[in-house]
């Protein structure tokens, strides 16, 4: 039958490596804040566990025998490699370092979401952010999975088993080709714009701009006139470009210029921006992001 030998322990090894260093129990236990009679019972222990004699003991002080040669450079590995991962978590825990997995729903050339980011990124560098764009709902279903750490989508929610906080606004624009009737104004109410056509992205944010202009133009007792275009948002600009038709865009895109276009302010028009996240989420650098999100949205203008 097999000796079923008693598990090392941590601070045997942490004993038995400065006992080693010192040459002396008494030594040690000094540098350790400890007793003598500690260090002397913990090797003891250690060296019935493991079957050997570690120490050759006398007057004075100790040294290794064979076998305390032989173990010595895999204890001091075992408490390196300890050290290695208690920094580690620490590290972890104090969102130093990490993975961070975030949806966007917003564009990144300017406003909140840039400088929420480029905050995060600066507060914590080594920390390795993962940024997924795409549909809210499906983003929030992978919040909900735990894949993502949170996301940011217009509108105030709620989304069922997850938090929602809404941070900041965006003014909506009108994206219009050079030379239209309506660029020499400085902003554009739904009446000037109810007789266009329009063009959306059949892919996000476009279904949300189809529902909102389907929304305020009816209200006017318009049908709009609104084309689904299958590309994303660079070719759909330059469509509006070759006046194909006009469309709409949050705040935060029309810090990226484009050729053959303007934009002009849709006065009145507003969107709530809010995070998503879960309470089930213990990702420390999510945590860490939200607070950062916090606090600039108690100091951001409101719009």
Not at 52 to 61: D, E, I, K, P, T
Not at 64 to 92: C, E, M, Y
Not at 147 to 160: A, H, I, K, Q
Not at 205 to 218: F, Q
């Amino acid at each position: 039958m097999a000796h079923s030998r008693a598990p090392v322990r941590l601070r045997q090894l942490r004993y038995f490596v400065a006992a080693a260093d010192y040459g002396s129990f008494r030594k040690a236990a000094a540098a350790l804040s400890t007793q003598e009679s500690s260090i002397s019972r913990r090797i003891r222990d250690l060296e019935d566990d493991l079957g050997a004699s570690l120490f050759q003991r006398s007057h004075g002080g100790v040294r290794l025998t064979i076998a305390g040669q032989k173990f010595i450079p895999n204890a001091r590995d075992a408490l390196r490699q300890i050290d290695i991962g208690v920094t580690r978590v620490a590290s972890i825990g104090r969102a130093e370092e990490g993975i961070l997995r975030v949806g966007i729903f917003s564009s990144l050339a300017s406003g909140f979401l840039f400088d929420l980011l480029d905050a995060f990124g600066r507060q914590h560098p080594r920390v390795r952010v993962h940024l997924v764009d795409g549909d809210p709902t499906e983003h929030v279903a992978a919040v909900r999975n735990l894949e993502l750490d949170s996301t940011f989508v217009t509108g105030t929610g709620p989304w069922d088993d997850c938090e929602t906080e809404q941070l900041w606004f965006e003014r909506v624009f009108v994206v219009l080709p050079d030379g239209h009737l309506l660029e020499d104004r400085a902003a554009l109410a739904w009446s000037d714009i109810a007789g266009e056509r329009f063009i959306v992205s059949d892919a996000p944010p476009g279904p949300e701009i189809h529902d909102y202009l389907v929304a305020h133009l009816s209200d006017l007792g318009r049908h709009p006139d609104i084309q689904v275009q299958k590309v994303g948002r660079d070719n759909l600009l330059s469509l509006v470009a070759l006046r194909r038709g006009l469309t709409l865009t949050s705040e935060a895109t029309i810090g990226a210029q484009f050729p053959g276009i303007v934009y002009r302010h849709l006065a009145g028009e507003v969107l709530p921006f809010s995070v998503v996240w879960s309470t089930r989420n213990d990702n420390p650098v999510s945590r860490r992001l939200l607070s950062i999100a916090r606090a600039k949205a108690r100091t951001s203008p409101k719009v």
